[in-house]
Nanobody, 124 residues
């Protein structure tokens, strides 16, 4: 069992930056790939990016590529999402999630543990 708790959301102006963090409890954190997803009101949950268990591989959605960086610290059981040049369309609840799937996947069904989410609001 892995419990995930996100933090770092808030209100930011367009063009600004935010760093979201996700703290994990449970054993063998490094055995899980970690993903970030977001969900805006009235829309489906959307893949943002993911990082492999050992942190050597990252993948990003086209909508955030070049503006976002995912990193992890397995010694501290944390994963972070740094988002720059934020746009109003980035407004959503952001979730971190854990997957035992070794290869890259953006399918939320392949992520088995989820945090409760943190709200990010970008004003124009």
């Amino acid at each position: 069992q892995v419990q995930l708790v996100e933090s770092g959301g808030g209100l930011v102006q367009a063009g600004g930056s935010l760093r979201l963090s996700c703290a994990a409890s449970g054993r063998i954190f490094s055995s899980y790939a970690m993903g970030w997803f977001r969900q805006a009101p009235g829309k489906e949950r959307e893949f943002v990016g993911r990082i492999s268990g050992n942190g050597d591989t990252t993948n990003y959605a086209e909508s955030v590529k070049g503006r976002s960086t995912i990193s992890r610290d397995n010694a501290k059981n944390t994963v972070s999402l740094q988002m720059n040049s934020l746009k109003p369309e980035d407004t959503a609840v952001y979730y971190c999630a854990a997957s035992r799937y070794y290869y890259y996947t953006s399918n939320p069904d392949q992520y088995i543990y989820w945090g409760q989410g943190t709200q990010v609001t970008v004003s124009s």
